[in-house]
């Protein structure tokens, strides 16, 4: 996620101090489907001031002892080039299936049944207090804001309700003893495979 594309898209609506950047993003739920560091923030605002493409609007005094002054910033005419240029690069990227288990998986067979199970019903809680949350904010208040917004949402829940199924599955497979059967593939099964997935290989790439 480009948090530069995220900074220059609000303040493509108006101007904003980093704080009020901060509180817009989880006002608008969208921290439920990027991962967010309030460090990572702020430097990409210094980032974006020292490149030019984004300036102080308006610099406001806060009353008490050591306390620094408050920079809003707006966006720059770069700034708005810029932001073009990373929403068509944002649309460039293949997408690819992602969840922290996936590095477990291939490993899990050595892991104990009884811990695996608790941490699996733990990930399966988490996602359906996601999927939950998400559908009561599209209930709320899906019908009136922007269309793109609206349809994140909806692919959040539509990824949310294949993660719960696939955790489901895992579930069952984990009470069941299967997850934790042992390597099957023969040597020979595996150099079959090997064979095989050339000739895709090179049949996908157009025989080059």
């Excluded at 707006?74 to 240029?85: K, P």
């Excluded at 922290?100 to 104990?112: E, I, Q, Y």
């Excluded at 199970?117 to 990930?123: D, G, S, T, W």
Aim: glycine letters at 6%; a negative charge; aromatic letters at 8%.
């Amino acid at each position: 996620m480009s948090m530069k594309l995220l900074i220059l898209g609000l303040l493509m609506e108006r101007e904003r101090h980093p704080y009020e950047i901060r509180q817009t993003i989880k006002l608008r739920n969208w921290n439920e489907c990027f991962k967010l560091r309030d460090g990572s923030l702020y430097y990409a605002v210094d980032q974006l001031r020292q490149d030019g493409l984004i300036e102080a609007a308006e610099v406001v005094s806060v009353p008490g002892e050591n306390r620094p002054d408050k920079t809003i910033y707006r966006i720059t005419d770069s700034g708005r080039e810029a932001f073009l240029q990373l929403l068509q690069e944002q649309f460039k990227h293949t997408s690819y299936p992602q969840h922290p288990l996936f590095l477990a998986m291939p490993f899990v067979r050595h892991g104990s049944s009884d811990l695996i199970e608790a941490l699996v019903l733990k990930q399966l809680e988490d996602c359906e207090t996601r999927l939950a949350r998400m559908k009561f904010i599209m209930e709320l208040k899906g019908s009136l804001i922007p269309r793109g917004s609206s349809l994140m949402i909806e692919g959040f829940i539509r990824f949310g309700e294949t993660e719960r199924a696939w955790l489901q599955q895992l579930l069952e497979e984990t009470r069941s003893g299967k997850l934790f059967e042992p390597h099957k593939m023969t040597t020979e099964q595996l150099e079959a495979y090997v064979i095989q997935l050339k000739e895709f290989e090179k049949s996908d790439s157009g025989g080059e």
